[in-house]
């Protein structure tokens, strides 16, 4: 079974700071790793996904992450944040494996507050 | 091209009743999962559907259930409603056919309040 974990339940930080959101998965198979937000009042938008290939992904709105596979990690960093940044973050992960597997598991995610 | 549509947005409804809530696709999508989301366990998968077919189930009791008609519309309806199923349920539609690794699209969700 596949369990995702964020690790900080909640983020304050200033405009312009930079933000680590941190997010570890554990899985008895290879996975996809996502990063999704949700606006107050709005449903889910994917930031990014790493599929294959390059660990370092860059999503939109100047997000980017890295996808670690000995520590089992994928955070989300922005090296300068703005206000309109303030959303909770989910992390998910999908199964590579065999059949029809259309499930994400979420992380419980992390309430990214931004402060001027 | 319009997004997903979850109609209701917010529906009140006393134990015991029970609710069907609905989830429009994108066009040309074929696949429409429910997730339900509250504070304490976050987001959770219901059942995903695939051409009228469920292709993939969480692990919900059976008074939580679907169907998904032949223009890719999905209803969920919960029987016997309790406290606990006061939520946001989130609906998200995908083609469905092209791997895993595919994006989602989510609707803004119902919010069902169960007093």
């Known amino acids: 079974a596949q369990s995702v974990t964020q690790l900080d339940s909640q983020v304050p930080v200033f405009e312009e700071a930079p933000v680590e959101l941190r997010c570890n998965y554990s899985s008895s198979v290879s996975v996809y790793l996502f990063w999704y937000v949700q606006y107050p009042n709005q449903g889910l938008q994917l930031l990014l996904k790493?599929?294959?290939?390059?660990?370092l992904v860059k999503g939109i709105n100047g997000f980017e992450a890295e996808f670690n596979k000995s520590q089992t990690s994928f955070h989300l960093r922005k090296p300068s944040v703005h206000i309109s940044d303030t959303a909770e973050y989910f992390c998910a992960v999908s199964d590579r494996g065999g059949g029809s597997n259309y499930k994400l598991t979420f992380g419980k995610g992390t309430l990214l507050t931004v402060n001027p | 091209k319009a997004g997903v549509t979850q109609t209701p947005r917010y529906l009140i409804k006393t134990r015991g009743q029970q609710v069907t809530l609905s989830c429009s696709p994108i066009s040309g999508h074929r696949s429409v999962s429910w997730y339900q989301q509250t504070p304490g366990q976050g987001l959770q998968f219901l059942f995903e559907?695939?051409?009228?077919?469920?292709?993939n189930k969480g692990n919900f009791p059976g008074r939580f259930s679907g169907r998904q008609f032949s223009n890719s519309r999905s209803e969920m309806n919960v029987s016997t409603l309790e406290l606990g199923d006061s939520a946001l349920y989130l609906c998200?539609?995908?083609?469905?056919?092209?791997?895993?690794?595919?994006?989602?699209?989510f609707g803004s969700g119902t919010q069902l309040s169960v007093l």
């Open positions: 998200a539609s995908s083609t469905g056919d092209r791997g895993f690794h595919e994006k989602l699209f």
């Open positions: 790493y599929l294959s290939g390059s660990t």
């Open positions: 559907y695939f051409s009228e077919t469920q292709r």
